[in-house]
């Protein structure tokens, strides 16, 4: 019992941590003042609408909405084909495909981002919108793979020959048989794509200029020259519209067993 | 006829993301790792021909400050893996002891900090060590202290940073290995004589051994690829290898010595997870 | 050239496995034929050949004068029922038998005709809206059967179709099938490792070990009169002996067999119901006993090695390690060459 009850407090003490700075920034992004003083002197909601109204924060959430969007979707047409190919027909030499595929979960995403704008972006002068995508495509694809392949493994593969006895082709046995008993996996993994597109730093860190940014390096590029309230405010917003994301998935679907 | 299909159509599917991955992201990063190594040439110092060697990494560690970057970056990940896995030892053991009622919902709660953009998370670290912030008020109010103590871009801030961003990662890996603990397996360690801290050396310990090594991996490598936490918290004065990356590219132009560092950063986080790898494999076959 | 033949089929999986060597096989038009054998004996995947779930390593396959050997599975128009039903989770049983005739593009009318007719015929009308998760093995196995049936296939496959129902189940479907097959006249393959389920059912039977046929026959004949000493063991002779010299031999012993043996006879075998255990010239030890109701089942210990027998339960007194003397009648004597 004594044992309990210290793994107990541990796991309070823990949490503490984990959660408590989520309500020490909730706090700060309702503070008053001018400069960030904890705990705030008096709250207002000033900082919250004026993150709300800022030109530059606006064009830069549409941005990484956009780039989220659309990496999510491109790498989930690149990794559902991958994760159907390793459960039921895996190519000769699939150790090192898989190697290859979850390189991006390894190597670190800064040298990904330094190395597409040297020798792509700079190289051919692609436009850094595309070199953006191209990274975030990268870094989602082996999460799409991972998380839709375990579904796969546990859906029986006896229903697709019976398909095929029925005279269904390979194309129809997908779209008609596998896809709509894969489906939760599928939007659990666009989820998780999603979120981390949203939130990723150190690809983008490069592959922004002019005009394109994404709302975590407008962040702290606004960090940089100014110390007020604002970001506290930014990151509640940020933190709440996370957090609506992931609950109401996790209660559609339980994404927790995928991870 | 059916075999051979199989093997075509599997080799359909898996390459274009095959190839986007090679191209858009493996072959960028190898030309990064792949400069590193060529010294010499027009624009070089002494007029040497272009030429492969080394000469680069030793130039890196010649310099003091890198030295202290290294090291600095060993020490703080070593740190923070070790109490994040005495942290989260025994809250994996109470996580794990909660019924299954409230279970989802706890570890919802483990995975949702993960979900949170870093920078949010760093945040309220700033809010905490600043001048102004939650702790040096304190210290001024209960009269500890004079004056507003520097306790932002520091070591200190880093690792108890960084231990917040990466202790769900050792947390949830050793949940995992402890619910295949069967709780039969404790119980009998203790009618046979064992007390709380010999079944946790000898029994929990050895048993949750993969847990342990695949969350100190994680952790262990995401300090050192970290950005955002050390940036934000570190300073330009208290530097890791990754903000010192961004330095030597955005503030001097000095990609050459970014790739150097580059090549450092892979080595390591190969060397972590070839690690790993040998030594679950030697206990799987053990 | 008969309805389904099969001509010299070699398959096998991998570099150098070969679970089927120059197999040959003719089924007439409406025939239910078994394919029946332990594990491993090549049944399943001489069906999944067929089926075009398997490469063919040499040979060819013939349905209805049309060589099918290199067709894609989903032209060959076989049906297919499987072990686990793997009925469809994401659709009701309607939407599962209509999958065919959706797919050949069947209009609606005579769809639905069709579907129901089906579901009528295995006794499931009513049924059409529900998934296969609220149903029990033994209706989901109907269901999986209607959506074979329903596409009017030239041959139904069925691998082991009743070996995840109870007992009970088992005997039921078993008889719902055969009134099935009767009625429509579907030529059927049943592949199955339960010999009562193979007599029962089967036109014809086919027993196979180790990717040969070992023999071909009616059920009757095969029950009485197996031509392999394989057959002769899988068809329940328990107690099979070699015979030469006038004797039965075993472990370095022998036991005389005075009868008239016919010529070429290498190896006998009986029954266990035809042993009778506590009369005859022979004698044994009791070496374990089980009580049967009418009957006591008898192994013993003899001088060429265990006998199992029966004793009628009013006699049979004997136990364990107790002398008896048992009889190996030269009328219920299976005779085979070799």
Redo the contacts between chains.
């Keep these: 019992m ?3 009850l ?6 309070w ?3 503490l ?6 309500v ?2 909730f706090l ?1 992004g309702f503070s008053a003042g001018e ?5 705030p002197s008096s709250y207002s909601v000033r900082w919250i609408i004026e993150v709300l109204g800022s030109e530059e924060f606006q064009r830069a959430f549409r941005t990484s909405l956009e780039i989220g969007l659309l990496a999510t979707v491109i790498a989930l047409l ?2 559902v ?2 994760a ?3 459960s ?5 030499g699939m150790g090192a ?1 898989k190697q ?2 979850t ?2 979960l ?7 981002g ?3 704008l ?3 972006v700079l190289l051919v002068d692609a436009p850094v919108f595309l070199g953006l995508l ?2 975030h ?2 870094l989602l ?1 082996p999460y799409a ?1 991972r998380v839709v392949y375990a579904s796969l493994i546990n859906l029986r593969v006896d229903i697709e020959e019976a398909a095929i006895t029925l005279g269904a082709s ?1 194309a129809q046995t997908f779209f008609l048989i596998v896809l709509p008993n894969i489906r939760s996996a599928v939007i659990a993994a666009f989820f998780l794509a999603f ?1 981390t597109s ?2 990723q ?2 690809v983008s ?2 592959l922004t200029g002019p005009g394109i940014s994404t709302l ?1 390096i407008e ?2 590029g606004h ?1 940089e020259n100014s ?1 007020d309230p604002s ?2 405010a930014l ?2 917003l ?2 709440l519209f ?2 609506a ?3 109401a998935t ?1 209660k559609l679907l ?3 067993k995928y ?1 | ?7 075509r ?3 359909l ?2 390459t ?3 190839i ?3 191209v ?9 790792l792949v400069d590193a190594f060529r010294v010499g040439g027009p624009d070089s110092v002494d007029g040497a021909a272009l030429h492969w060697g080394v000469d680069r990494f030793i130039a890196f560690f010649a310099e003091p400050l890198h030295r202290q970057v290294f090291l600095r970056t060993l020490r703080i990940a070593a740190l923070v893996t070790l109490v994040s896995a005495l ?2 030892y ?2 994996a ?3 794990v ?1 909660v019924s299954p009622r409230y279970r ?1 919902m706890v ?7 993960l ?7 760093t ?6 060590f ?1 001048r ?3 702790i040096n ?1 304190v210290l001024l109010h209960l009269g500890l202290a004079d004056e507003p103590q520097r306790l932002l871009f520091s070591e200190m801030a880093v690792f108890v940073g960084l ?2 961003l990466l ?2 990662l050792m ?2 890996s050793l949940v995992s290995s402890m619910e295949n603990l069967s709780r039969d397996i404790t119980l009998a360690a203790s009618t046979l004589g064992a007390n ?1 801290w010999q079944v946790f050396t000898r029994v929990t310990l050895p048993l949750t051994q993969e847990g342990l090594i695949v969350g100190g991996t994680l952790v262990f ?1 995401g300090c ?2 970290a ?2 936490t050390p ?2 918290l570190g300073g330009p004065k208290v530097l890791m290898l ?1 903000t010192l ?2 330095q030597k ?2 503030v001097e132009s000095d ?1 050459g010595t ?1 790739n150097v560092i ?1 090549v450092i ?2 080595l390591m ?2 060397a972590v ?1 070839a690690g790993l790898k040998r030594i679950s494999s030697s206990r799987s076959s053990a | 050239m008969s309805y389904l033949e099969l001509r010299q089929l070699a398959l096998g999986y991998g570099k150098s496995n070969a679970a089927v060597e120059k197999l040959d096989l003719s089924v007439e038009q409406g025939e239910l034929i078994s394919l029946l054998g332990p594990s491993g004996c090549g049944k399943t995947t001489t069906m999944r050949a067929i089926a ?4 063919l390593r040499a040979g060819s396959i013939t349905l209805d004068g049309r060589d099918i050997g ?1 067709l ?2 989903n032209k060959r128009n076989i049906g297919m029922v499987f072990q686990s039903y793997a009925l469809f989770p994401h659709l009701n049983v309607f939407d599962n038998v209509a999958f065919g005739l959706r797919l050949r593009k069947v209009d609606d009318k005579t769809l639905r005709a069709k579907v129901e007719k089906v579901i009528a015929a295995v006794g499931l009308s009513g049924f059409e809206s529900r998934l296969p998760a609220q149903m029990s093995g033994g209706q989901q196995q109907r269901v999986a059967l209607a959506r074979a049936i329903v596409i009017e296939p030239k041959l139904l496959l069925l691998d082991e179709p009743l070996s995840n129902l109870d007992a009970k189940l088992r005997v039921q479907m078993r008889a719902e099938l055969r009134r099935i097959q009767r009625e429509l006249g579907i030529t059927m393959l049943y592949v199955t490792h339960d010999q009562e389920e193979a007599l029962a059912l089967s036109d014809r039977i086919v027993v196979m070990n180790a990717g040969k046929i070992e023999q071909l026959d009616v059920p009757e004949n095969l029950f009485n009169q197996p031509r392999t000493r394989f057959v002769a063991n899988f068809m329940g002779f328990e107690n099979i002996f070699d015979y030469r010299d006038g004797a039965l031999q075993g472990r370095g012993d022998k036991l005389t067999f005075d009868a008239a043996v016919p010529a070429g006879t290498a190896c006998m075998g009986w029954r266990p119901e035809r042993v009778t255990v506590g009369i005859g010239v022979h004698s044994g030890t009791v070496l374990s006993r089980g009580f049967l109701g009418d009957a006591v089942e008898y192994l013993l210990q003899t001088p060429i090695g265990e006998v199992k027998g029966f004793a009628d339960a009013k006699f049979a007194s004997w136990r364990e390690g107790d002398n008896v003397s048992f009889d190996l009648p030269a009328e219920s004597a299976l005779f085979l060459p070799a």
Excluded at chain 2, 24 to 32: D, K, T
Excluded at chain 2, 107 to 113: H, N, Q, T, V, Y
Excluded at chain 2, 123 to 128: D, E, F, G, K, N
């Design positions: 004594k044992e309990g210290f793994s107990r407090a541990m796991l003490l823990v949490f941590f984990l959660l408590g700075p989520f020490i920034v700060a400069t960030l003083v904890f705990p690149l990794g084909p991958v159907y190919a390793m039921r027909m895996p190519p000769p495909i290859i595929l390189s991006p390894i190597i670190p995403a800064m040298l990904v330094l190395g597409l040297r020798h792509v191209v990274g495509i990268g694809t793979v390979r979120v949203f939130n730093v150190p860190l490069f975590p962040m702290l960090m110390f970001i506290a990151s509640t940020l933190v996370t957090m994301f992931v609950l996790e339980g994404i927790s991870m | 006829m059916v075999a051979h299909d199989k093997k159509l599997g080799i599917l898996v274009p993301a095959l986007f991955t090679v858009c992201f493996l072959l960028p990063v190898l030309a990064l942290l989260s025994p809250a053991q109470a996580i002891r989802g570890l919802g709660m483990m995975i949702l900090p979900m949170v953009s870093p920078i949010a998370r945040y309220a670290w700033i809010v905490l600043g102004n912030g939650a008020s231990l917040q202790l769900p947390l949830m709380a490598t050192v690829t950005y955002v940036a934000l990754e990356l961004y590219v955005s990609f970014a580059a950063l892979v986080t190969l997870n | 075009g779930l398997i490469d290199r894609p599975p």
